[in-house]
């Protein structure tokens, strides 16, 4: 049965649908059978073992992470291109409306200010159809544009920098064997909920931790909303 490649997304530690190894990076690739049945996959995997293996897909994993050597800003897993790899159209902006979408409508719908009705309606329509479609996409658009300008901490650039905070602060919490840590870590969960971003000096804190994850980078300050 044919899979197809539908997203990067987080994960705990998760076995790969085709080889069984452990996911350990904390980021993986989201397949997704005939049926409708998901799963996730490590990147290599991903691209040896689905019908898609080279068409761009939605990366809800973007955030802003610290310039690496070269003083690029890359996203969790690196940010050079492999090679063979296509580029998105930069005509077509599906993938960014699908992330704003499932960012407002899924992945973040606990926070506050999330919930917009006519945008519940094409998130359903997204998950019936499996696409989203071209009479849906004005609208998504529209509205990332409109946020953009007037609800930065509603962007789809910040909303990244929360959803890649919020998942490893959670699991910052879950490793952690004294109380101060988990307090912490709470603290942090806390205030992110409640502001749509942290501090500066919370995101040092964060990243003093991150710092010891070999393979991750470090979260950006600036990549939240000003």
């Known amino acids: 049965m044919p899979w197809t490649r539908i997203r990067k997304d987080f994960t705990d530690r998760v076995p790969c649908r085709f080889c069984n190894r452990a996911i350990t ?57 492999q090679g063979g790899r296509r580029e ?23 926070y506050q200010d999330m919930e917009n009705r006519k945008l519940s309606d094409v998130y359903d329509r997204y998950l019936t159809r499996e696409i989203l479609v071209e009479d849906d996409k004005p609208y998504v658009r529209n509205l990332l544009g409109l946020m953009e300008r007037s609800r930065p901490e509603l962007s789809l650039r910040n909303l990244r920098q929360v959803y890649a905070c919020e998942f490893w602060v959670l699991r910052f919490i879950d490793m952690q064997e004294d109380e101060d840590g988990v307090e912490f ?19 040092d804190g964060l990243n003093k931790w991150l710092d010891n994850m070999p393979g991750m980078g470090l979260i950006n300050p600036n990549g939240f909303y000003r």
């Open 25 to 81: 990076s904390g980021v993986g690739t989201v397949v997704r059978n005939e049926e409708g049945d998901e799963a996730f996959s490590g990147p290599i995997c991903a691209r040896r073992r689905t019908d898609n293996p080279d068409e761009p897909i939605p990366d809800i994993t973007a955030a802003l992470l610290m310039p690496d050597a070269e003083r690029r800003e890359v996203p969790p897993g690196g940010g050079a291109r």
């Open 88 to 110: 998105p159209n930069p005509q077509d902006d599906t993938h960014q409306l699908v992330s704003y979408l499932l960012l407002r409508c899924e992945k973040l719908i606990h």
């Open 185 to 203: 870590g709470r603290g942090l969960l806390r205030y992110l909920r409640a502001r749509l971003r942290l501090t500066r000096g919370q995101v």
